[in-house]
């Protein structure tokens, strides 16, 4: 069990910044960030590999969202900027067993309970 624990969640105007945090309890490799919207299947939104040398992002981040890793905290991070109404939702933080980045929810082994991101017009 990998348990990971997500924060930085919480409302805000559109246009504004907000930073996600998830701290594993020990060592992790490939980290992600998904989230689900009220009524609506959970989605990729950004994947980074073990080191941090290699990334993605689904495309409706549109470069606003970066995501990093400090592997000395065992802490990834979401930077989220210039937000927008439709990021609201849940945002949850995933652990996977796998050395390179991954877009596929099944291949995320691990999962934090989500911090909610609400995002104001």
């Known amino acids: 069990q990998v348990p990971l624990v997500e924060s930085g969640g919480g409302l805000v105007q559109a246009g504004n910044s907000l930073t996600l945090s998830c701290v594993a309890s020990?060592?992790?490799?490939?980290m992600g960030w998904f989230r689900q919207a009220p009524g609506k299947e959970r989605e990729f939104v950004a994947t980074?590999?073990?080191?941090?040398?290699?990334?993605a992002y689904a495309d409706f981040v549109k470069g606003r969202f970066t995501i990093s890793r400090d592997n000395a905290k065992n802490t990834v991070y979401l930077q989220m900027n210039s937000l927008e109404p439709e990021d609201t939702a849940v945002y949850y933080c995933?652990?996977?067993?796998?050395?390179?980045?991954?877009?596929?929810?099944?291949?995320?082994?691990?999962w934090g309970q989500g911090t909610q991101v609400s995002v104001s017009s």
């Open positions: 995933a652990a996977a067993r796998r050395w390179t980045p991954s877009s596929l929810l099944d291949d995320y082994n691990y």
């Open positions: 020990g060592r992790t490799l490939t």
């Open positions: 980074i590999n073990w080191n941090g040398g290699s990334t």
